[in-house]
């Protein structure tokens, strides 16, 4: 009898041993992570989980990333789509934003270790950007060309101006794993072609490979990926 | 002519205890319906929410490492494959767990095989979960994904269903057969991915 209640209780007990092996498991990863992602500052990288994190270690510069719509929109609804790029004043960095109504995703990077992913609102001719640990823009559209400010997470604020532009210019965003490690390539292509990108393995950041704008693939360390072009819409910053 | 009639009766009593053994509490043939429904219910539950979490999270691309190993990907590699050996242990011993001839370190060692094998897999989970989440961006990782879902599901269902006496016999081979199965090809779409693709080192 002894025997057999003991047959019955032991696979809950290897369950639950199994769930508190998991349990401690996330609890240890998610207490590191934001110590570990604050010193990069990589604006993709944790800290975004919704729920598991301890609320004690969740970093206090989140910013609201929830585009808010609002009732007037500016943009005629027949022009769901437009796609600005430029850069810099002083040529640092390559900008290219993406609206889709009244949402708005950005991306900036210098194609070696600068970069934000940005998101917020066109509000009238106003955007109104923010990214992780502090990076934002503010800008405002001035016949068809946006004129602004950008600041990383890292303390930087340059001026910069982004012409609308069309296809090829746009953001481009990678999700992949790379030898283990979470890899985010972004990239932000200007009208001629000219592609500027930055590549997160893991915790370190350098130049992005070239993309092929015609079918989105390219080869990072030997492995073919595929990247898709972001749209205003697009949750760039959590998520 | 009388004499016989209680031999007849005699052998009756016995008889029905016979009978009765297996199923002491005259439990309907189908009674384990609901039980295993629901057990089958709480894997679902568990393989939806591991995806689901995965899918949603955003991979924070960070890791704990292990020393000893070239890197935290071959820490995971190597995890796996001595979870897969665990589970090849599972499969020889899982045959004579019901076996009376058995050896009686049989059952111990397919329960401790199992365990730990769970166990080896658990730092691999939390790392796939946690720091690259739900990837369907290639075949192989979205068949890795969605089997990473399905194994803790199976074996979710499987461990509930060993605390329940009575179910048909065929129910915890075939969850256990499903259990070995989706680690057999956990271990084929990552190790050996990993092994063939990278290098065969530690």
């Known amino acids: 009898m002894s025997a057999r209640r003991r047959r019955a209780a ?32 990589y604006p993709g990288t944790g800290g975004a989980e919704t729920s598991t994190a301890p609320p004690s270690a969740e970093p206090t510069t989140e910013p609201s990333a929830e585009p808010t719509p609002t009732s007037e929109a500016p943009s005629p609804p027949a022009e769901l789509q437009a796609v600005y790029a430029g850069v810099t004043s002083g040529g640092e960095a390559t900008i290219a934003m993406a609206v889709n109504d009244d949402q708005v995703a950005a991306y900036l990077c210098d194609g070696a270790a ?16 923010a990214g992780r640990n502090g990076a934002g823009l503010s800008g405002s559209v001035t016949d068809g060309t946006v ?3 950008v600041t990383t997470s890292s303390g930087l604020t340059m001026p910069f101006s982004a012409a609308e532009s ?24 200007l009208p001629d072609g000219t592609q500027v990108g930055v ?41 | 002519m009388t004499h016989t009639r209680p031999p007849v009766d005699a052998p009756a009593p ?17 009674a384990f319906r609901l039980p295993l429904l629901s057990f089958l219910l709480a894997g679902c539950a568990v393989a939806l929410v591991l995806g689901v979490y995965a899918a949603e999270h955003e991979p924070a691309g ?17 995890l796996t494959t001595a979870a897969t050996v665990f589970g090849v242990v599972q499969l020889l011993t899982a045959a004579r767990m019901h076996d009376a001839g058995a050896r009686p370190w049989t059952r111990t060692l397919h329960r401790w095989s199992g365990r730990l094998a ?28 969605a089997l990473g879902c399905f194994f803790y599901g199976v074996f979710v269902t499987k461990m509930l269903a060993l605390t329940r006496r009575g179910l048909p016999r065929w129910v915890v081979p075939v969850l256990g057969g499903a259990v070995f199965t989706s680690l057999i090809a956990l271990w084929l779409t990552s190790s050996l991915w990993v092994f063939t693709s990278s290098g065969f080192r530690l």
């Open chain 1, 10 to 41: 032991s696979p809950l007990a290897t369950l639950g041993a199994v769930v508190l092996l998991t349990v401690v498991l996330f609890a240890a990863n998610s207490r590191v992570d934001p110590a570990a992602s604050t010193a990069p500052a």
């Open chain 1, 114 to 129: 600068i970069e934000a992913w940005l998101q917020g609102t066109l509000d009238g001719d106003t955007i109104t950007l």
């Open chain 1, 147 to 149: 004129f602004g400010t």
């Open chain 1, 166 to 189: 069309q296809p090829p210019a746009g953001v481009y965003e990678s999700r992949t794993t790379l030898d283990g490690l979470a890899t985010r390539i972004g990239w932000a292509v």
């Open chain 1, 199 to 239: 590549a997160t393995v893991g915790d370190t950041k350098r130049e992005a490979p070239p993309l092929d704008l015609t079918d989105g693939t390219f080869e990072i360390d030997g492995s073919p990926g595929t990247a898709e072009p972001i749209t205003g819409s697009d949750t760039v910053v959590g998520g």
């Open chain 2, 14 to 30: 016995p008889a029905e205890t016979v009978v009765s053994r297996p199923r002491p509490r005259a439990e309907p043939r189908d």
């Open chain 2, 62 to 78: 960070y890791s704990l490492d292990v020393p000893g190993f070239s890197s935290p990907l071959y820490v995971k590699a190597w």
């Open chain 2, 118 to 145: 769970v166990v080896l897999t658990i730092p691999v989970v939390v790392h796939c979960v946690y720091a690259l989440g739900f990837q369907s961006g290639s075949t192989r990782a979205l068949v890795h994904s």
